[in-house]
């Protein structure tokens, strides 16, 4: 059983909890917007289907009660880097195909990323603050020789790989705050809120 | 021995070829010929039922005595008249594709050494294409031989992508041997040319063309090539469905007539299989009009400002937009130009150095987008196309009762031109004025002048601005304004 925090360390990661609640639910209704906005100008079908695309971290989690703390944190870090990623890539290629013809859609691409990205500073605080190592950045390993170019899709791909990752992450929007507020929760035996690796 | 026929590829020799009866078929033969001019009479044996031998002038006498089971001999005179001529069978050297223009580019040889020189050949190209091989064009090519071997070469743009489906090309060729006695046919095709399409290649799917620019006003057809066991459900163009056509078992395609622009992100075409979507973009706009109202002028000596009226939109952005260069024939210098489409779409500048030495320019504006491009010129004299900046910094430098000195700036490199300035001075007592003053220019300097016959103690509006005093072109806007009161009279 590993030991109760102290008062202020829950109350410090309590007050995290809940700004990176707010974050993200922010977070999430921009995406919405973001996500209306692009099928549009993209000329596409909101209501298609669209298959899991390659590299885009999929929101649905089984057995998602039993995960304990540290799981939901880091789970949570690896998707919001690779959706920093993935956004920072759509944003380069909505300057190269659109130039300045829609500025609107790549203002608003810039915001989310930006969003994404302090929300994964966020999730790094929360693990700091268990004395928890960050993981490294997927990159990291592979300085030497740089992260593999992703494969050169075509326009019609890139959009469709665009609607996927607006879409997985307004779902994972939705998954943070449920995993924060999980986080939250004060541990029923001694009221104060249990260290990371108890928390289910 | 009969039905004695003789055909001819070359105008040189001739096949003979005749038919026996069954029993003679496989014994020896005795074949002879002379022609009429009395040439001795040249004999061989053959075991074929064939032989080649000289084309005669006019007729040629010929004996073929088969011996063994069925002995006989017999005789027959042949004609030019009655020697058929069929040129050579066409060999195609290459057939190369060049899939982002969906051309077909064909090259083969006339074998023009075997004829004499100067006959008319014609070519007949038979373009085939789907899983049924239906000719979708033939063409007739025409060429005039030149007792040489030419390489003769033509190209063909489909109007599908070259990747819906397989293209086939064979060629035949008629010689008007107008010399030539005898009846004349065409050649037999050509062993055909392929170019598999990916609905050949296994794993091949998608949608075709991809991704490609096209003019406004376009017909086009997009192909969905998808597995073999995958079944299309619909095929969409923009947001319409279109009529779909089977190309083959693992192509299907739709026509879209008189294509409009499509809106910055492109128009998609999408292909919904049973398990899966395949989708292209395709790019509609306009080529690039010729800019009007090309117009240059500097305002300082140290660069030179070009606009132009683009004209209409291209309705391509990004990578695709329409872009501007700037090239001066004198120097050789080329400038490409940064042009905001959104930002001005009326009015286009681009910036120019001025070049040591040189007040001619001879400007080419080049516009160029993957539909197509144009140009406009100017020539100009930039010491005739003066436009300075407007004056900063006016302030007081003196004044008494009847007098101002006022003095300001101006921004460029003027030491060679004359400066005529206008200083517009106005009161609640008198009606605006204008004073001219020409001052010898300088290097972003400042410059002054005085303005006389004042009335004292009255509050007076002034502001300047200037131009070339030689070659007058524009005036600069004005200057900031200022206020400024005589003193009381003395």
Same mark, same amino acid.
């Given at each position: 059983? =590993?030991?109760?925090?102290? *008062?202020? #360390? +829950?109350?410090? &990661?309590? $007050?995290?909890?809940?700004?990176?609640? !707010? @974050?993200?639910?922010?977070?999430?209704?921009?995406?919405?917007?973001?996500?209306?906005?692009?099928?549009?100008?993209?000329?596409?079908?909101?209501?298609?289907?669209?298959? =899991?695309?390659?590299?885009? *971290?999929? #929101? +649905?989690?089984? &057995?998602? $009660?039993?995960?304990?703390?540290?799981? !939901? @944190?880091?789970?949570?870090?690896?998707?919001?880097?690779?959706?920093?990623?993935?956004?920072?890539?759509?944003?380069?290629?909505?300057?190269?195909?659109?130039?300045?013809?829609?500025?609107?859609?790549?203002?608003?691409? +810039?915001?989310?990323?930006?969003?994404?990205?302090?929300?994964?500073?966020? @999730?790094?605080?929360?693990?700091?603050?268990?004395?928890?190592?960050?993981?490294?950045?997927?990159?990291?390993?592979?300085?030497?020789?740089?992260?593999?170019?992703?494969?050169?899709?075509?326009?019609?791909?890139?959009?469709?790989?665009?609607?996927?990752?607006?879409?997985?992450?307004?779902?994972?929007?939705?998954?943070?705050?449920?995993?924060?507020?999980?986080?939250?929760?004060?541990?029923?035996?001694?009221?104060?809120?249990?260290?990371?690796?108890?928390?289910? | 021995?009969?039905?004695?026929?003789?055909?001819?590829?070359?105008?040189?020799?001739?096949?003979?070829?005749?038919?026996?009866?069954?029993?003679?078929?496989?014994?020896?033969?005795?074949?002879?010929?002379?022609?009429?001019?009395?040439?001795?009479?040249?004999?061989?044996?053959?075991?074929?039922?064939?032989?080649?031998?000289?084309?005669?002038?006019?007729?040629?006498?010929?004996?073929?005595?088969?011996?063994?089971?069925?002995?006989?001999?017999?005789?027959?005179?042949?004609?030019?008249?009655?020697?058929?001529?069929?040129?050579?069978?066409?060999?195609?050297?290459?057939?190369?594709?060049?899939?982002?223009?969906?051309?077909?580019?064909?090259?083969?040889?006339?074998?023009?050494?075997?004829?004499?020189?100067?006959?008319?050949?014609?070519?007949?190209?038979?373009?085939?294409?789907?899983?049924?091989?239906?000719?979708?064009?033939?063409?007739?090519?025409?060429?005039?031989?030149?007792?040489?071997?030419?390489?003769?070469?033509?190209?063909?743009?489909?109007?599908?992508?070259?990747?819906?489906?397989?293209?086939?090309?064979?060629?035949?060729?008629?010689?008007?041997?107008?010399?030539?006695?005898?009846?004349?046919?065409?050649?037999?095709?050509?062993?055909?040319?392929?170019?598999?399409?990916?609905?050949?290649?296994?794993?091949?799917?998608?949608?075709?063309?991809?991704?490609?620019?096209?003019?406004?006003?376009?017909?086009?057809?997009?192909?969905?090539?998808?597995?073999?066991?995958?079944?299309?459900?619909?095929?969409?163009?923009?947001?319409?469905?279109?009529?779909?056509?089977?190309?083959?078992?693992?192509?299907?395609?739709?026509?879209?007539?008189?294509?409009?622009?499509?809106?910055?992100?492109?128009?998609?075409?999408?292909?919904?299989?049973?398990?899966?979507?395949?989708?292209?973009?395709?790019?509609?706009?306009?080529?690039?009009?010729?800019?009007?109202?090309?117009?240059?002028?500097?305002?300082?000596?140290?660069?030179?400002?070009?606009?132009?009226?683009?004209?209409?939109?291209?309705?391509?952005?990004?990578?695709?937009?329409?872009?501007?260069?700037?090239?001066?024939?004198?120097?050789?210098?080329?400038?490409?130009?940064?042009?905001?489409?959104?930002?001005?779409?009326?009015?286009?500048?681009?910036?120019?150095?001025?070049?040591?030495?040189?007040?001619?320019?001879?400007?080419?504006?080049?516009?160029?987008?993957?539909?197509?491009?144009?140009?406009?010129?100017?020539?100009?004299?930039?010491?005739?196309?003066?436009?300075?900046?407007?004056?900063?910094?006016?302030?007081?430098?003196?004044?008494?009762?009847?007098?101002?000195?006022?003095?300001?700036?101006?921004?460029?490199?003027?030491?060679?031109?004359?400066?005529?300035?206008?200083?517009?001075?106005?009161?609640?007592?008198?009606?605006?004025?204008?004073?001219?003053?020409?001052?010898?220019?300088?290097?972003?300097?400042?410059?002054?002048?005085?303005?006389?016959?004042?009335?004292?103690?009255?509050?007076?509006?002034?502001?300047?601005?200037?131009?070339?005093?030689?070659?007058?072109?524009?005036?600069?806007?004005?200057?900031?304004?200022?206020?400024?009161?005589?003193?009381?009279?003395?």
């Amino acid at each position: 059983m =590993a030991a109760a925090e102290s *008062p202020s #360390a +829950a109350l410090r &990661r309590r $007050d995290l909890c809940s700004r990176g609640i !707010r @974050l993200a639910g922010k977070m999430r209704a921009d995406v919405v917007d973001l996500l209306d906005a692009y099928v549009e100008q993209q000329g596409l079908d909101a209501s298609a289907s669209v298959a =899991a695309v390659e590299g885009v *971290p999929l #929101a +649905a989690v089984e &057995r998602w $009660d039993e995960q304990t703390g540290t799981q !939901r @944190l880091l789970e949570n870090l690896a998707a919001y880097r690779a959706f920093r990623a993935l956004l920072a890539q759509m944003l380069e290629e909505q300057r190269e195909q659109l130039g300045e013809a829609d500025a609107g859609l790549g203002r608003a691409l +810039a915001a989310v990323l930006l969003q994404v990205s302090a929300f994964a500073y966020h @999730l790094e605080e929360l693990l700091r603050l268990e004395s928890r190592g960050i993981p490294g950045e997927e990159g990291d390993e592979e300085e030497e020789d740089g992260p593999p170019p992703p494969p050169r899709l075509s326009l019609f791909e890139q959009k469709l790989r665009g609607q996927a990752v607006l879409r997985e992450l307004a779902q994972w929007a939705v998954r943070s705050v449920r995993d924060l507020r999980q986080l939250a929760k004060p541990s029923p035996a001694t009221g104060a809120a249990p260290g990371l690796a108890e928390s289910p | 021995p009969q039905n004695l026929k003789c055909v001819t590829h070359n105008l040189h020799k001739m096949l003979c070829t005749w038919d026996v009866s069954s029993r003679g078929r496989h014994g020896q033969t005795d074949f002879c010929y002379t022609t009429n001019d009395l040439t001795p009479q040249v004999c061989f044996k053959t075991k074929e039922r064939r032989v080649e031998i000289p084309i005669p002038e006019s007729s040629i006498t010929v004996t073929i005595k088969s011996s063994g089971a069925a002995f006989a001999t017999r005789e027959f005179v042949i004609h030019q008249k009655d020697i058929s001529f069929i040129p050579i069978t066409p060999h195609i050297l290459s057939l190369m594709p060049d899939f982002p223009t969906s051309t077909l580019n064909l090259k083969w040889s006339d074998n023009g050494s075997v004829f004499p020189y100067g006959l008319d050949a014609l070519w007949q190209i038979q373009i085939l294409r789907k899983e049924a091989m239906e000719v979708v064009t033939q063409v007739t090519y025409y060429s005039k031989l030149t007792h040489e071997d030419a390489i003769l070469s033509w190209s063909w743009t489909s109007d599908m992508p070259l990747e819906c489906t397989s293209h086939y090309v064979k060629i035949r060729c008629y010689i008007n041997a107008t010399q030539f006695a005898g009846p004349k046919d065409w050649s037999d095709w050509s062993p055909e040319k392929v170019i598999p399409g990916k609905d050949t290649e296994p794993g091949g799917s998608g949608v075709f063309p991809l991704d490609r620019v096209v003019p406004v006003g376009s017909d086009l057809v997009f192909c969905c090539v998808h597995g073999e066991d995958e079944h299309i459900k619909n095929m969409t163009y923009g947001s319409k469905s279109y009529t779909i056509m089977q190309l083959s078992r693992r192509s299907h395609a739709i026509r879209v007539l008189n294509a409009s622009v499509s809106n910055a992100s492109g128009t998609n075409v999408v292909c919904t299989l049973e398990n899966a979507l395949e989708g292209s973009v395709v790019f509609v706009g306009y080529a690039p009009d010729i800019p009007q109202n090309l117009s240059c002028e500097t305002p300082n000596f140290l660069v030179i400002k070009c606009t132009w009226k683009p004209g209409k939109p291209s309705g391509l952005y990004g990578g695709r937009r329409t872009k501007y260069s700037l090239f001066e024939r004198t120097s050789g210098k080329n400038v490409s130009c940064e042009v905001n489409e959104r930002e001005s779409p009326r009015d286009h500048v681009c910036g120019f150095p001025v070049l040591p030495d040189q007040k001619i320019y001879d400007f080419i504006l080049d516009v160029s987008n993957p539909i197509g491009q144009a140009q406009s010129s100017l020539l100009v004299d930039i010491t005739q196309r003066v436009h300075p900046k407007a004056p900063e910094k006016l302030t007081v430098t003196g004044n008494n009762s009847t007098s101002i000195q006022l003095r300001w700036f101006i921004n460029g490199s003027f030491a060679e031109t004359r400066l005529l300035c206008q200083i517009e001075i106005s009161s609640s007592h008198s009606e605006r004025k204008l004073h001219n003053v020409s001052i010898p220019g300088r290097k972003s300097s400042t410059y002054t002048a005085q303005l006389n016959a004042l009335r004292p103690d009255t509050k007076y509006q002034l502001r300047v601005r200037c131009s070339a005093a030689d070659h007058f072109w524009r005036w600069s806007d004005w200057s900031r304004g200022l206020e400024q009161t005589t003193s009381e009279a003395p």
